[in-house]
């Protein structure tokens, strides 16, 4: 990305942007008064045959022919080629990368060798074919990360790629539609291993000059170090102490953490009796939360009584089925009114 920017930005400052499109000459006939059919050549252009300029096959690649094709393609590169790079990994994504230029420049020579005299004679400058050769192989490899409907039609996150290929496609028709397709033509013939093109690696000679002078230049970011840890701890804070200055002394403050509630005291201790430890509590919590339907309960906006409670009133109403005693303490902000509605409903 950083050279094919330099490189435009470099011919467009010497103007040699004219030397690295790819046309060779179209004859065309045009009668004349007499009759006679007179064959000419377009007049101020610069093609490949032009004093044998052969080296024009592989230096088209290096720079777009204006800013706008510049900054699609950045675009492209920077959300399409770094997930392919990771996947590949660097060595491999190199070779890709050079064995679809030198496929793409065989099929663009080709081209414009036999569709010559359908009009095809001018390929824009620029690595179009390389970006759509990744644009292939991220539709191929890439899964999608979400879906969306507009007007009825369901899109992927992918759209939004596929839709600043196309205005690529359509900068410089027909040429730049040609050479979209030679780059997926190019990436397909990759995939395939047709060609057995996956088996080519960079040097490791210039994996290690590129890692000591290239990339302090141009430096790199670790990745994100991910936490092995699947569950939240369950363990107490700390008591913690808080030093107040004053102007006679310091005040020495001391909090902790707040008492946990009826139900997570008995869940707790019925966990730890069970010998389950704290990693597992909230797993386990959850399971007998969803068993007893404590958790649609609370979601309902009802008090979840504890089994202390709900002992307590079967040993002072016997004769109350435990349906009824939980109710009333589900509908009573504590025990004692709990123990008013059992009297009064039952007297």
């Known amino acids: 990305m950083i050279g094919c920017a330099a490189s435009s930005i470099i011919a467009s400052i010497f103007d040699v942007k004219h ?4 046309q060779v000459p179209v004859s065309s006939s045009r009668s004349t008064p007499s009759g006679l059919q007179v064959c000419c050549l377009r007049s101020n252009t610069i093609d490949i045959w032009s004093g044998i300029q052969y080296w024009r096959l592989l230096v088209h690649h290096l720079a777009f022919s204006n800013s706008s094709e510049l900054l699609l393609a950045e675009i492209l590169l920077y959300n399409v080629s770094i997930p392919i790079e990771r ?26 060798l036999v569709f010559n005299h359908f009009g ?15 644009l292939y192989q991220f539709s191929r490899l890439i ?18 790629a596929y839709i600043l290929a196309l205005q690529l496609v359509i900068s410089q028709p027909p040429g ?4 979209a397709f030679i780059g997926i033509v190019s990436g397909q013939l990759y995939q395939s291993d047709i060609l057995g093109l996956k088996a080519v690696r960079l040097p490791f000679t210039i994996r290690r000059l590129a890692k000591r002078y290239l990339l302090p230049l141009i430096g790199s970011t670790k990745p994100p170090r991910l936490s092995n840890r699947a569950l939240p701890d369950d363990t107490q804070r700390p008591r913690r102490t808080i030093l107040r200055p004053s102007h006679e002394n310091t005040e020495t403050v001391t909090t902790a953490a707040p008492s946990p509630s009826p139900d997570q005291a008995d869940s707790q201790q019925d966990i730890r009796h069970s010998g389950v430890g704290n990693t597992g509590h909230s797993v386990v919590r959850e399971w007998v939360d969803e068993l007893t339907g404590r958790t ?32 009333a303490l589900q509908r009573s902000p504590n025990i004692e009114a709990a123990v008013d509605t059992l009297l009064s409903s039952h007297t």
């Open 176 to 179: 730049s539609a040609v050479a």
């Open 296 to 327: 649609e309960r609370a979601a309902a906006g009802l008090r979840v009584p504890s089994e202390t409670e709900i002992s307590q009133l079967t040993s002072m109403f016997p004769d109350l089925r435990r349906e009824d005693i939980v109710g």
């Open 120 to 134: 095809l004679n001018v390929l824009p400058s620029g690595p179009i074919t390389l970006v759509f050769s990744i």
């Open 143 to 160: 899964p999608r990360a979400y879906t969306f409907r507009i007007f009825g039609v369901t899109l992927t996150n992918k759209i939004f």
């Open 87 to 112: 996947i590949f990994g660097s060595s491999k994504f190199v070779g890709f990368c050079l064995t679809s230029l030198l496929t793409s420049t065989i099929l663009e020579f080709g081209s414009l």
């Open 19 to 22: 030397y690295l499109h790819l």
